[in-house]
């Protein structure tokens, strides 16, 4: 009987595993496929919204269908909060970033994502920082600066553009603190739907956005554009959603959130395997040995940052048993 459900545990943990490394794995192909887009095809805004409004009508369907949640009416500013700063900043800095950027560039600096939610999390949580994680912030902050400080000699780089993409991962950082009382009182389904829906709204009503929309001929566009469009409605937005919160359910966050390490790499993987088929272009000019030392600065911080914690973590379950 042990065997069986030891089996059954470890299978679910295997599948949990496979779930955050396809997830990882759809965020580093959006960084490469995404970008041939911009601006030829469709603006950032105008992607950006086609992504909030796509991924919006599927959380609504699937919270109809699965989820009978009402949300008090007092969350609803902390929702909306959410919504600016997890989807409507995020997004457009993301997508004008990557427009101006590489691929590379952006995989690399979306790393640092767990320091600034350390330190936004000292700010507006009062959560404590020790000399250990001051260390950790120090290290990986100082990656992120010098790649950014040193962009525009390679193929595609762009200094505005990386700070833009700092920015975004900045944004979603925010996002992340916000949302964590909403997560423990609501189902993540619910909390994710009502925020795309505001996010939807402030990408709406951002002014470029509906009168670039209004100057694209949608039905020009051809079909691999198309595709690839779907690709980050449904791949990199739903489905990474979806196969996140399946993950959670098996495995620690620490665990999940150690998986961003994946991405730079993931990138850089993407970048070479679809120009050799010819899907994107060449964007592996940009990949020199400065910026590899770079991320594994950041890398470095983000391991030191969050290490603490999660041995913090691990010590206090330990009492407890």
């Given amino acids: 009987m042990f065997s069986i459900v030891w089996i059954t545990r470890m299978s679910n943990v295997l599948k949990a595993h496979i779930a955050l490394f396809t997830v990882n794995a759809l965020y580093g192909a959006n960084h490469v496929v995404a970008k041939g887009v911009m601006p030829t095809y469709l603006t950032p805004s105008v992607f950006i919204l086609l992504r909030a409004a796509g991924a919006t009508v599927l959380f609504w369907l699937f919270k109809w269908l699965f989820i009978r949640e009402k949300v008090e009416r007092k969350d609803l500013l902390l929702m909306a909060l959410c919504g600016l700063f997890g989807v409507a900043l995020n997004q457009l800095f993301f997508f004008h970033g990557l427009s101006l950027t590489s691929p590379v560039n952006t995989g690399i600096i979306m790393t640092i994502n767990p320091i600034l939610v350390v330190l936004l999390s000292f700010v507006i949580l009062k959560e404590a920082i ?23 000699a390679g193929s595609g780089d762009s200094s505005i553009g990386d700070v833009f993409i700092f920015i975004n991962a900045a944004s979603y950082a925010m996002y992340l ?14 909390v994710i739907t009502y925020v795309f829906t505001f996010g939807l709204t402030y990408v709406s009503i951002y002014p470029p956005t509906l009168i670039e929309a209004y100057s694209i001929d949608f039905s020009a566009l051809p079909m691999d554009i198309i595709y690839i469009v779907l690709f980050v409605i449904v791949g990199v937005t739903f489905l990474t959603y979806l196969l996140t919160v399946y993950g959670l359910q098996h495995v620690s966050p620490s665990v999940s959130s150690a998986y961003i390490y994946l991405q730079p790499v993931l990138v850089m993987f993407f970048a070479f395997a679809f120009s050799a088929i010819g899907l994107t272009e060449d964007y592996t000019g940009s990949i020199t ?20 914690a999660f041995r913090k973590k691990d010590r206090q379950s330990a009492e407890k048993v």
């Fill in 177 to 190: 603190v916000l949302v964590k009382p909403l997560m423990k009182k609501y189902a993540p389904l619910t």
């Fill in 289 to 308: 040995l400065e910026k590899i030392g770079y991320m594994l600065l950041i890398f470095a911080g983000v391991y030191i940052t969050s290490s603490n």
């Fill in 130 to 152: 020790t000399w250990r994680r001051a260390t950790g912030v120090l290290i990986g902050a100082t990656g992120a600066i010098l790649l950014t400080l040193t962009s525009g």
